[in-house]
């Protein structure tokens, strides 16, 4: 993913230096301001051969309405997506310091071998598969039409032009890759620190618990409040760390809210699009009375559907849990606070309220939105496949209604 990204033109950083951080490389910037160019620059050449020689869409003019906005809705959002990057690298390079910054202060609050090995990212490769899956399940509709488009056999110009849209779509979709990638860093980092809050908060109680049963004995005094000043401070610390994570959160869902935005759009109209020509190839009055060969089901297709629309399952119930990780953290933060003690320290009291009062302040600052028009959720998920399936209804009764 990081090799196609640069490919693009949609990522300008090197890999992780020796120090931990990354850097943006001019000529890879320059490489992308190039792509953009380009594209701007074939794209009219290319909606041009498709509209005058792909024999599919120019044998009925519902077809040929339906099936131009695809080609035009890919182009005017890689094109959306490719101004993003090359406009704003260095502000995804900025990101990207400081979320390999928040990494090693983890690593620092982790105390022991054991714990800090648990920072490894094994657990997420089941994404990792599905991710590549539905990339590479994504290209089955352009291997169809090269495969059985007789045009792309005779015509170079049509071959490349069908090549074009594909690399649009490959664009688009690494970079829906990349945002779910960082998606899933993060959520691994909160995911981390919930189980140190969650050990700061059991070893406050149990400090609790054995100063009970010292009670008298001065050394046990001097050593519980050692021991409350110490875990205040893992705590503030912690706070800190969970208050950096959260305004990462918000500016990456800020730098990719056009790409997320363009996404959510793109991905439910194909699934209308491809769903309508199924239906119009197998069922419609009108191709039978064009055609005297029964078509073949498109099996190619149908992988495509699939592959996208899984990866806008992943790219919906990514976001969704990290809402979720964010809840966690309040509902043990509330249980910590209801179960300590009243005669605890001071700092310790006042950390744990700083701490929830971050967080709720957090909550109703930032919303993980595609610009601010709606929250990526799992109730957004299902308001999309109701609009897919309305969508279409309404073009098969439409089809109904001129070809009667």
Same mark, same amino acid.
């Given at each position: 993913?990081?090799?196609?990204?640069?490919?693009?033109?949609?990522?300008?950083?090197?890999?992780?230096?020796?120090?931990?951080?990354?850097?943006?490389?001019?000529?890879?910037?320059?490489?992308?301001?190039?792509?953009?160019?380009?594209?701007?620059?074939?794209?009219?050449?290319?909606?041009?051969?498709?509209?005058?020689?792909?024999?599919?869409?120019?044998?009925?003019?519902?077809?040929?309405?339906?099936?131009?906005?695809?080609?035009?809705?890919?182009?005017?959002?890689?094109?959306?997506?490719?101004?993003?990057?090359?406009?704003?690298?260095?502000?995804?390079?900025?990101? +990207?310091?400081? *979320?390999?910054?928040?990494?090693?202060? $983890?690593?620092? #609050?982790? @105390?022991?071998?054991?714990?800090? !090995? =648990?920072?490894?990212?094994?657990?997420?490769?089941?994404?990792?598969?599905?991710?590549?899956?539905?990339?590479?399940?994504?290209?089955?509709?352009?291997?169809?039409?090269?495969?059985?488009?007789?045009?792309?056999?005779?015509?170079?110009?049509?071959?490349?032009?069908?090549?074009?849209?594909?690399?649009?779509?490959?664009?688009?979709?690494?970079?829906?890759?990349?945002?779910?990638?960082?998606?899933?860093?993060?959520?691994?980092?909160?995911?981390?620190?919930?189980?140190?809050?969650?050990?700061?908060?059991?070893?406050?109680?149990?400090?609790?618990?054995?100063?009970?049963?010292?009670?008298?004995?001065?050394?046990?005094?001097?050593?519980?409040?050692?021991?409350?000043?110490?875990?205040?401070?893992? +705590?503030?610390? *912690?706070?800190?760390?969970?208050?950096? $994570?959260?305004? #990462?959160? @918000?500016?990456?869902?800020?730098? !990719? =809210?056009?790409?997320?935005?363009?996404?959510?759009?793109?991905?439910?109209?194909?699934?209308?699009?491809?769903?309508?020509?199924?239906?119009?190839?197998?069922?419609?009055?009108?191709?039978?009375?064009?055609?005297?060969?029964?078509?073949?089901?498109?099996?190619?297709?149908?992988?495509?559907?699939?592959?996208?629309?899984?990866?806008?399952?992943?790219?919906?119930?990514?976001?969704?849990?990290?809402?979720?990780?964010?809840?966690?953290?309040?509902?043990?933060?509330?249980?910590?606070?209801?179960?300590?003690?009243?005669?605890?320290?001071?700092?310790?009291?006042?950390?744990?309220?700083?701490?929830?009062?971050?967080?709720?302040?957090?909550?109703?600052?930032?919303?993980?939105?595609?610009?601010?028009?709606?929250?990526?959720?799992?109730?957004?998920?299902?308001?999309?496949?109701?609009?897919?399936?309305?969508?279409?209804?309404?073009?098969?009764?439409?089809?109904?209604?001129?070809?009667?």
């Amino acid at each position: 993913i990081y090799v196609l990204s640069r490919l693009l033109g949609l990522m300008a950083a090197t890999m992780p230096q020796a120090n931990g951080g990354v850097r943006s490389v001019w000529h890879w910037r320059l490489y992308g301001y190039v792509v953009a160019v380009f594209v701007l620059c074939y794209a009219p050449h290319a909606i041009h051969m498709i509209y005058t020689r792909m024999h599919f869409l120019r044998q009925n003019r519902l077809l040929l309405i339906v099936g131009l906005q695809h080609y035009v809705l890919l182009l005017l959002s890689t094109f959306i997506m490719l101004y993003t990057h090359t406009t704003r690298q260095l502000c995804f390079v900025r990101w +990207l310091n400081k *979320l390999l910054s928040c990494r090693r202060q $983890l690593q620092q #609050l982790l @105390h022991g071998a054991s714990t800090q !090995h =648990s920072l490894h990212t094994r657990h997420h490769l089941v994404v990792l598969c599905l991710l590549t899956v539905a990339i590479i399940g994504s290209s089955s509709h352009t291997m169809f039409i090269l495969i059985h488009d007789t045009m792309a056999h005779s015509s170079a110009a049509y071959f490349a032009s069908i090549v074009f849209f594909y690399g649009l779509q490959l664009g688009l979709q690494v970079c829906l890759a990349l945002y779910l990638l960082a998606l899933l860093l993060i959520s691994h980092l909160l995911h981390h620190c919930n189980l140190q809050l969650n050990r700061i908060l059991r070893d406050a109680l149990h400090t609790h618990r054995t100063h009970l049963a010292g009670w008298g004995m001065p050394q046990r005094w001097r050593l519980h409040a050692a021991q409350q000043h110490w875990l205040a401070l893992e +705590l503030w610390r *912690l706070w800190r760390l969970h208050g950096r $994570l959260w305004r #990462l959160s @918000h500016q990456l869902c800020a730098l !990719h =809210s056009v790409q997320l935005l363009v996404f959510v759009l793109f991905a439910p109209f194909e699934c209308v699009i491809h769903g309508f020509f199924t239906y119009f190839v197998h069922f419609s009055r009108w191709f039978p009375r064009h055609n005297r060969e029964h078509p073949k089901f498109n099996a190619f297709g149908l992988l495509y559907l699939c592959s996208l629309f899984l990866q806008l399952v992943l790219v919906i119930t990514q976001t969704h849990r990290q809402r979720r990780l964010y809840c966690e953290t309040r509902r043990s933060l509330r249980s910590a606070a209801l179960a300590l003690p009243t005669d605890c320290s001071k700092a310790l009291r006042q950390t744990l309220e700083l701490y929830g009062l971050q967080l709720q302040l957090s909550e109703r600052i930032y919303k993980l939105s595609a610009c601010g028009l709606f929250e990526l959720n799992n109730g957004l998920l299902f308001g999309i496949m109701q609009a897919i399936i309305t969508y279409i209804i309404i073009l098969i009764q439409f089809d109904k209604i001129i070809y009667t």
